[in-house]
T-cell receptor, first 115, second 114 residues
């Protein structure tokens, strides 16, 4: 049974057209993360929520926003996608977000294409 | 800042061959180290971990030992199977605390031939 669900699996958008990616979890975890993974590169953390507290990485472009309306759902909004934003976007959760034994649970990802 | 370096790939092996995937890291203090695996069409999942120097993580026949002196966490398996074909990511979690984060390497694709 999928515990972290990302929809859709593939998303195509046009240059400059806003797009929203969604993530839901059945684990009741406190922390939800969004990673960007470009081809042959390491997943890069964009931001995370600890409950309702939003934590943005210093180098995440302003073009990327996120919403977490409740514990189960988290959205990634790209306000004006550019060609360089084409990537796999990974959602992950963890129970408390820290500690040596903490592990992340990942969704299958959404592959975003920008035309 | 923290960083993880993985050997260049991809790696192609025959079934039952010995596997080594190299991983080295740079971090302040004493990070926790992880290997995550991503099977085709699935999300990343934790394969094994080690939280202090000389710890050995193991799972599904895979092993990795936390070597502080060489800042390494190489992944090994004595006899790979076709079902081990996947992308393998080395990662570290640095300083403890609410804002500690997981830093990944680039990942390496392993293909195992029957």
């Amino acid at each position: 049974d999928a515990m972290v669900i990302q929809n859709p699996r593939y998303q195509v958008t046009q240059f400059g057209k806003p797009v929203t990616l969604s993530c839901s979890q059945t684990l009741n975890h406190n922390v939800m993360y969004w990673y960007q993974q470009k081809s042959s590169q390491a997943p890069k953390l964009l931001f995370h929520y600890y409950d309702k507290d939003f934590n943005n990485e210093a180098d995440t472009p302003d073009n990327f926003q996120s919403r977490r309306p409740n514990t189960s759902f988290c959205f990634l909004d790209i306000r004006s996608p550019g060609l360089g934003d084409a990537a796999m976007y990974l959602c992950a959760t963890s129970r408390v977000g820290w500690g040596p034994n903490e592990k992340l649970f990942f969704g299958s990802g959404t592959q975003l294409s920008v035309l | 800042g923290d960083s993880v370096t993985q050997m260049e790939g991809p790696v192609t092996l025959s079934e039952e061959a010995f596997l080594t995937i190299n991983c080295t890291y740079t971090a302040t203090g004493y990070p926790s180290l992880f290997w995550y695996v991503q099977y085709p069409g699935e999300g990343l999942q934790l394969l094994l971990k080690a939280t202090k120097a000389d710890d050995k993580g193991s799972n599904k026949g895979f092993e990795a030992t936390y070597r502080k002196e060489t800042t390494s966490f190489h992944l090994e398996k004595g006899s790979v199977q076709v079902s081990d074909s996947a992308v393998y990511f080395c990662a570290l979690r640095g300083l403890a605390g609410a804002n500690s984060k997981l830093t990944f390497g680039k990942g390496i694709t392993l293909s195992v031939r029957p």
